[in-house]
């Protein structure tokens, strides 16, 4: 029978979780073994069809962070969409870091983009930091480029939330926006759609990245509060 807790102790990096723990704040170093994810991915393609990996995902909650990243990277390879919909549902309320919950990359959503999308917004709305947080990262990560309606960017520009890491994603998502969908994204800024932190952040990110062109970030700039 397959250990899957014995397999991860054995990958166990403490060098690399002293790191992790510095980049994770409010979680304890005790519950990090500090697994590199190249390994975490291996292992999950290993055991990804085994009895002993659906045992694992519905053992929750896990103790460790390493843990939750593996049950993070097998559920973004379940390749039904009814299944991965029950496993994020069953798992989103244990993620407690922006590190899992931003491992969470659903492939199944690239094929089922309509049928994912009225889960996504679901979980936007939650109380919940880190199911709102994915929420927005996955209408970042498949609803920007060919399945974009300009719709998108309302419902991300009416959260309001006094949660860092929810606040952080929205600003990445409009970042993204800006070097995906400029011309439908702007006019929000332009607008002050989001809350203040929120757009400065977004804007100063736009301008960080190499999507954007240099006249748009100017443009850009004049429009920080």
């Excluded at 909650?61 to 390879?77: K, M, Q, T």
């Excluded at 927005?136 to 309606?149: E, K, P, Q, V």
């Amino acid at each position: 029978m397959l250990d899957i807790r014995g397999r991860l102790l054995a990958l166990e990096d403490p060098a690399n979780a002293d790191l992790q723990f510095k980049l994770a704040p409010g979680l304890r170093r005790e519950d990090m073994l500090g697994i590199r994810f190249p390994a975490l991915r291996q292992l999950a393609k290993e055991i990804q069809k085994s009895p002993e990996s659906a045992a694992f995902l519905a053992d929750l909650p896990h103790r460790y962070f390493d843990e939750n990243n593996l049950h993070a990277v097998l559920i973004s390879g379940i390749r039904d969409l009814d299944a991965c919909v029950a496993a994020l549902d069953a798992f989103l309320p244990h993620v407690d870091n922006w590190c899992t919950c931003d491992t969470l990359i659903p492939t199944c959503f690239k094929k089922h983009t309509g049928e994912a999308l009225p889960h996504i917004r679901r979980w936007m709305g939650s109380a919940h930091t880190y199911t709102c947080r994915f929420g927005i990262g996955a209408l970042m990560r498949f609803y920007l480029d060919g399945d974009f309606d300009p719709e998108y960017l309302s419902w991300v520009a009416e959260i309001r939330s006094e949660e860092y890491y929810i606040n952080m994603m929205i600003a990445w998502y409009f970042a993204t926006a800006l070097a995906k969908q400029y011309d439908a994204a702007l006019p929000l800024i332009q607008s002050r759609a989001l809350a203040s932190w929120t757009h400065n952040k977004a804007i100063q990110k736009a301008i960080e990245s190499f999507r954007v062109t240099p006249e748009h970030k100017e443009a850009l700039r004049k429009l920080k509060v």
